[in-house]
């Protein structure tokens, strides 16, 4: 089971398109971020139906370790 806590932060940050540390800025390239094709991309609506962006989630090895990475998608902003 997952925490409630845990549920919580996933649901606030994918309500404000956020991520805690941004890795790279101005990417042109997001398949080099594992980005795309992301592994999932979850659009994201507001109650009135409008859409209010879509977050890419990937994953990448960095210097051997798997990082998981998210992008809002036309931001060029890639976030871990």
């Known amino acids: 089971p997952v ?5 919580t932060q996933f649901f ?5 398109l956020k991520g805690y540390e941004i890795v ?5 390239d997001l398949a080099a971020w594992g980005l795309e094709p ?3 991309a979850i ?3 507001g109650a009135d139906g409008a859409d209010l962006g879509t977050m890419l989630l990937g994953q990448r090895d960095a210097d ?3 990082e998981y990475v998210a992008s809002r998608a036309g ?3 890639v976030m871990k």
């Open 3 to 7: 925490a409630q806590s845990v549920l």
């Open 12 to 16: 606030n940050d994918v309500a404000t």
């Open 24 to 28: 790279a800025d101005g990417v042109a």
């Open 38 to 40: 992301p592994a999932m």
């Open 43 to 45: 659009a994201v609506r």
């Open 64 to 66: 051997g370790q798997r």
């Open 75 to 77: 931001s060029g902003t």
